[in-house]
C-alpha cells in the first residue's frame, strides 16, 4: 500500500476526574493509501472524532505513532505541527465554521495566508478553490447569504485552497437536507478523483460510506474491520477462459 497516513496503536484517554478516565481510543491502527477517500463509521462513542483528531494532527495520542507522508508527526512540537496542518491536511466540519464577519472569498483567502502565502495570491488561489466547487457567482456573499450546501462548498474550497494531500472531514453532511448531502459528496468524490487528494470522512451516513472506496469500523475505541483494501497498483489481466488452476478453467 502506497500509505499516506498511518495510525498505530493509538491510545488516547480523557482525565474526568481523580481517577476517572474515559479510554476513547485502546490501540486503534488504520493505514489509509494515497487518493483513496475512506468513511470511518461506527457508533456514537466508538472514538471516531478522536481519532480523526489525531491522524489530522489537531490532537496529539497518549499512546501509538501517527506518520504522514512517512514522516513521524506524534510528538512533534505545536509549532512545527501547526505548519504541518496548515500545509498538508484540510479539514471540513459538521457546522461549517465559517468567520461570519468574512465573505466567502475571505474566509478561503484566509487559510492560504495562514499556510504563509502572500494576501494577492492567497486571494488568487482562494477564487480558484471557489470556482472549483461551483461558487465562481458567490465570492461575495457573507456565509450568512449562503444556503447551508454553500456554506460547506466554501468551507470545501478553504479545506482544498492549500492542495493538501488530505480533506479530512467530521460528519461533512452531517447538517444538511438529504439532496444536498448527495451533491457535496459527488462534489467531493469528483475532486477525489480528478486531484488525488486523500478524503477521510467520519460519518453516520450509510450512504456516504457507499460512496467511498472502504469503510473503516471503530468500535469500542478500536478499528473493528478495514473493509477492502484498494489498491492503486493494476490488477494482472487474466484472459477470460483462462484460470492458473486447470480444475477452474471456464471454457469459452
Ligand atoms: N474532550 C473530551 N473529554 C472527555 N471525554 C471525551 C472528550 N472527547 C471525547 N470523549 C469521550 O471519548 C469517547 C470517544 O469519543 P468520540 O471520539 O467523540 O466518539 P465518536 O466520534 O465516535 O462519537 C466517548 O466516550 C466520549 O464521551
Ligand atoms: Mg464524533
Known amino acids: 500500500m502506497n500509505t499516506i497516513i498511518e495510525g498505530k496503536n493509538l491510545v488516547k484517554e480523557y482525565r474526568l476526574g481523580k481517577d476517572n478516565y474515559v479510554h476513547a481510543l485502546r490501540g486503534a491502527s488504520v493505514e489509509i493509501a494515497k487518493g483513496e477517500m475512506v468513511a470511518i463509521m461506527g457508533p456514537s462513542g466508538s472514538g471516531k472524532s478522536t481519532l480523526m483528531h489525531i491522524l489530522g494532527c489537531l490532537d496529539e495520542p497518549d499512546g501509538g505513532e501517527v506518520c504522514l507522508n512517512d514522516r513521524r508527526v506524534d510528538g512533534v512540537s505545536g509549532r512545527e505541527l501547526t505548519k504541518i496542518r496548515s500545509r498538508e491536511l484540510g479539514f471540513v466540519f459538521q457546522g461549517f465554521n465559517l468567520v461570519s464577519t468574512l465573505t466567502a472569498l475571505e474566509n478561503v ?86 486531484t488525488g487528494t486523500t478524503f477521510v470522512l467520519v460519518t453516520h451516513n450509510p450512504e456516504v460510506g457507499e460512496a467511498c472506496d472502504r469503510v473503516i469500523n471503530m468500535r469500542d475505541g478500536v478499528v473493528a474491520t478495514t473493509g477492502d483494501e484498494v489498491s492503486v497498483t493494476m490488477q494482472p489481466f487474466v484472459e477470460p477462459g483462462w484460470s492458473a488452476e486447470p480444475s477452474m478453467a471456464v471454457p469459452t
Do not use: F, W
Not at 144 to 149: A, D, Q, T, V
Open 109 to 194: 483567502a484566509l487559510a492560504a495566508e495562514y499556510a504563509g502565502t502572500p494576501r494577492k495570491l492567497a486571494l488568487r488561489c482562494a477564487e480558484r478553490a471557489l470556482r472549483r466547487v461551483g461558487l465562481a457567482d458567490r465570492m461575495r456573499h457573507m456565509p450568512s447569504e449562503l444556503s447551508g450546501g454553500q456554506q460547506q462548498r466554501v468551507a470545501i474550497a478553504r479545506a482544498l485552497v492549500n492542495s493538501p494531500a488530505v480533506i479530512l472531514g467530521d460528519e461533512p453532511t452531517g447538517d444538511l437536507d438529504t439532496a444536498t448531502s448527495d451533491e457535496i459528496m459527488v462534489m467531493m468524490r469528483e475532486i477525489n478523483e480528478t
